[in-house]
């Protein structure tokens, strides 16, 4: 089987033969995959009326467990945004009928941003389209193979993230 990665990686071995693209064999597809799974997350979000920030900022509420409530600054950890735009997303939310604001229990002057019931159906319906659209995505590969690729994945993604 071969893919036009494969067409690539040949077209530069013909014309820079002094390069090692080895790679672009990797890289090269991870690329394509991300593009084709950022498709189906906006399909999947656009389907339960969301877009990907929305998608972020519910799903970091709902991970949290009940009472589904962060600080705004553990939301802006989660999702690894500036506290204006967390501000900005937290107000269209509200506005929204997402989450609301209530006073923190711990800090007078502080408050916590907690998810509305309509927020966390949006959530769960939207996870369980983007799930559907992963599953086939990844429909090649059996369990094995796709928890090897997670595994090998992880070594590459780790360093990033800390």
Do not use: C, K
């Not at 997350?41 to 970091?60: G, I, K, N, P, Y």
């Not at 991970?63 to 962060?70: E, F, M």
């Not at 800090?107 to 927020?119: C, E, F, K, S």
């Amino acid at each position: 089987m071969s893919d036009e990665v494969d067409r690539l990686i040949e077209a530069w071995q013909h014309e820079r033969p002094d390069l090692d693209v080895a790679p672009m064999g990797v890289l090269s597809r991870v690329s394509r995959l991300a593009r084709h799974l950022d498709r189906a997350r906006s399909q999947a979000f656009a389907a339960h009326e969301l877009e990907t920030w929305e998608f972020d900022v519910l799903s970091a509420l709902r991970r949290s467990g009940a009472p589904y409530r962060l600080s705004p600054g553990r939301l802006l950890r989660e999702t690894l945004v500036t506290s204006g735009t967390m501000t900005n997303r937290v107000d269209r939310l509200a506005d929204r009928g997402l989450v609301e604001r209530l006073p923190d229990p711990h800090d007078r002057r502080g408050v916590q941003v907690q998810l509305t019931p309509a927020g966390r159906a949006a959530v769960d319906a939207a996870l369980e389209a983007l799930l559907a659209s992963e599953h086939a995505l990844l429909a090649e590969l059996g369990p094995d193979d796709s928890r090897r690729l997670a595994d090998l994945l992880r070594v590459l993604v780790t360093p990033f993230d800390t």
